[in-house]
């Protein structure tokens, strides 16, 4: 019979995505010992993550729900989707700006408590229109901070919008910067981004060195009026200096993705539900590649597109296949391969990948591996986890 998989599903993930999941897969809510995990933004820190999974897919970008680190230590790669929803954030974003330079908002709300039975209604609305009175996008500055996915989609944006665009992102790829368009400047500093920018906009992963990116100490070096956009993550932004700085109107709006309750309702906060990622387009991509990823882990050993391990994947030409997780040490490789070679297994294929403290090898040998010798390649000092994959006859 064909190996039969469970994935634990922690969030709504797109039907489009779950489809690519072979029959032989199970999904639901309530499996207690699932091989992989299945989620968008659960928070999995504090959850008893079964000792059975062996992959993680995360249906988006950033990974900060999930305890990236333990799993590494586990040797359980944490997968996610890169650029799958870039779209649907520039596109948020771009109806931040508008909203902010348009005071749409509180022109909604105005004719929201319009009385309609009014004689005088027209020539109230005409009247009161001059209080929502806006400027326009073309010729504004906007400054970037982060310019990964959907940074580089913000910018081009923002340029076809005739702004003028400054980027920082010190650890950009080389794709991305290519992807730029010519006239993005190069900001060397979140300082300079701030001082030059009408429109801050942050792309930045949620990390320990961006934990309050903005704050008390550089909020006030913006522009008189300047607008601030989040749609990244909650604690990239420190909200107190966010409220204090709009108090003093020195911020004019701060645009976010993420409520809470030290912001809701204050002036000057435009809040969203955490939508960036909510179209169907978005929902449809990063569930289908991440359900890919995670089937050809599971059943091959391949890592795509995984958070703490390095790409590895290697066409399958032999049955016999192990995979294994390891720390980054010196000879790791030496010792597996001798402890198949004092099986009698002869290697058909190998590769080993590293990336900062781990490793990844995968092995195709030419004969049938038992229980003893992955028992023995699991004890070697470093070894984190290690699969056999077999192919089905
Ligand atoms: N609101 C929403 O629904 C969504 C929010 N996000 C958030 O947006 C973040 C970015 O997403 P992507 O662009 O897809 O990720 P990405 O990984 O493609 O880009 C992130 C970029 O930030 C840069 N960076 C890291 N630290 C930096 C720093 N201190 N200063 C400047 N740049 C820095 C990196 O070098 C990278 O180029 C995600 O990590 C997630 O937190 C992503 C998707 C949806
Ligand atoms: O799944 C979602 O809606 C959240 C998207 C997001 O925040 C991300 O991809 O980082």
């Known amino acids: 019979m064909a190996n039969q998989f469970q994935i634990l599903i922690l969030n709504q993930i797109s039907a489009t995505g779950l489809k690519r999941l072979p029959e032989r897969y199970t999904t639901g809510k309530d499996i207690k010992a699932p091989d992989a995990v299945l989620v968008r933004s659960a928070d999995m820190h504090g959850m008893d993550i079964p000792a059975s999974v062996r992959a993680i897919g995360r249906a988006g970008a950033g990974t900060n729900n999930i305890p990236v680190k333990a799993m590494s230590q586990r040797g359980v790669p944490v997968f996610n989707a890169p650029g799958a929803n870039a779209n649907a954030v520039k596109e948020l974003v771009l109806v931040g700006m508008l909203l902010a330079a348009r005071n749409i908002a509180g022109a909604l709300d105005f004719v929201a408590k319009l009385d309609t039975a009014d004689p005088e209604m027209d020539r109230k609305v005409e009247d009161g229109k001059k209080s929502f009175a806006g400027y326009e996008l073309a010729g504004q500055t906007l400054g970037i901070i ?102 003093e109107k020195k911020l004019g709006r701060y645009v976010c993705d993420f409520p809470s309750a030290a912001i809701n309702g204050r002036p000057g906060i435009i809040a969203l539900p955490h939508l960036g990622a909510s179209t169907q387009e978005a929902e449809e991509n990063c569930a289908v590649m991440v359900a890919d990823q995670l089937v050809d882990y599971l059943e091959h050993g391949n890592i795509q597109n995984a958070v703490n391990f390095p790409n590895v994947s290697m066409p399958r030409e032999s049955t016999y296949r192990l995979a294994i997780a390891n720390a980054n040490v010196p000879n790791m490789v030496g010792q597996i391969s001798t402890a198949l070679a004092q099986a009698g297994l002869n290697i058909h294929n190998m590769v080993n990948k590293s990336r900062g403290e781990m490793a990844y090898t995968l092995v195709d040998v030419d004969s049938k591996v038992t229980p003893q010798v992955i028992d023995g390649i699991a004890r070697i000092e470093g070894v984190l986890a290690v699969r056999y994959l077999p192919l089905e006859a």
């Open 146 to 247: 982060g310019l990964g996915k959907i940074g580089c989609l913000v910018a081009d944006a923002a340029i076809k919008l005739g702004m003028n665009v400054y980027g920082y992102d010190p650890e950009i790829t080389v794709d991305a910067a290519w992807s730029l368009p010519s006239q993005v400047r190069k900001a060397h500093s979140v300082a300079e981004v701030l001082k030059h920018a009408q429109f801050i906009s942050l792309h930045v992963p949620l990390v320990d060195a961006t934990r309050n990116l903005i704050n008390a100490d550089n909020i006030g070096t913006m522009k008189h009026g300047a607008v601030l956009l989040n749609f990244s993550r909650e604690g990239v932004v420190n909200e107190a200096a966010v409220l204090a700085a709009l108090a």
